[in-house]
C-alpha cells in the first residue's frame, strides 16, 4: 500500500460510513463486518498495487455495478464525507459498467516518434469537463508495433493530481501502462498534463507515427471469475466515460526533434534540415513551425533561439 494511502486511512478511519442495521453493507471489501474508508483502500490496493482480492466481491461491490472500479471507491470517498445509506442487497444486480467513448474527455498524446531516435518522449495531457477519478489501462504503438516502456512519470510536475492517491502499473505486457487517480477533494476539470512516457521501439518502423489505444489489463491477484479486465473510464458526478484520443504535435511546441523539450537542439535540428538536407520535424510540420506562420523557414530556428537567449516570445502551435 502506498505511504500516503495507509496515512490517509489512518486519518479518516472514523468518519466512517452510517451504522448497518441487520445486514451486512455492500462494500465490505475486506470482509471485516465494518464499512469504512479502509474498504476503498483495500480494493484499490487490490487493482493497482498487487494486493489480495476481496474475500467476497460481491459484498466488496458498493455502486451495485457488478465490478469493482474507481467508480465504487469515489462514491465510497463521497458517502464518507458527504453521508450516505449504504445498500444491503448484495450481491448486486445491475450490468457492469460499459461507458461510452465521448470527445468531451480526451487525452492528447505526442503522434510521431523521432526517425533518428531508438527512444523518445510520449507526453499525455488530459482533457476532461470534471472528473472524480478515472481507471486507465493504455498501450502505446509506434506504427503497428507495441512500444518498449522504459518509465512512466505520473503525475507530472505542476498536474492537478499532485497529492492525489495516485497508482502507476507496469505490467510485463508490451507497451502497456495503467494509470489510476482520486482526487480528495478536488474534482478537476479543463486540461491538465497527465503523464511523460519514456519508451523505446526500433528505428525501422515505417511512418513513425504513435498510436494510443484502451489495453487489457487483469489485476496481479485477481481470481478466478474475477479476472477479466478492467474497465477503462473516468467516473464523473453522472456515469462514468471513456476518452477518446487525439494525437497532437503540439503538446510541446517548437520540439522539432520530439524529445520532449524546447531547446537550443531544435534550432540546430531546423538548420540542419533547411540547409544540409537533415530529417523533418517528425513527419509533423507544426512542431518546426516555431513562429505560427503556417510554413517552415529559417525564421522558425530564429524564433527559438531568440526565445532561448534573448527572452523572446514562446514557440507557438499552427
Known sequence: MSRFLLLFTVAVLSLGLPAIGNAQACGDADGNGALNISDMVYMLNY????????PD?????FDSHQEWTVNDAAVILNCTFGGCDPSQFCPPTIPAWNPAVTSGYRIRHTSAFPAHLDHS???????AAGLTGFQLPLRIL?????????SVQFPVNGSIFEGDPNFLVLPSTPGVFVLASLPIFSYPSGSTPLARVFVSAPIDTASRLIHLE?????PAQAPPGHDGPITPMIATWNVPVKPSFFGTCCLVPGDANGDGACTISDAIYLINYYFAGGPGPMQCPALGDANGSGTLNISDAV????????????????
Do not use: H, K
Request: proline share 10%; charged share 15%.
Open 47 to 54: 487493482l493497482f498495487e498487487a494486493g489480495p482480492p476481496s
Open 57 to 61: 466481491f460481491d459484498i466488496a461491490d
Open 121 to 127: 518522449v510520449v507526453n499525455l495531457a488530459l482533457d
Open 142 to 150: 509506434v506504427d503497428t508495433i507495441p512500444a518498449q516502456i522504459d
Open 214 to 218: 484502451f489495453a487489457d489489463y487483469v
Open 303 to 318: 524564433w527559438i533561439i531568440s526565445y532561448i537567449f534573448m527572452g523572446g516570445p514562446a514557440p507557438l502551435c499552427t
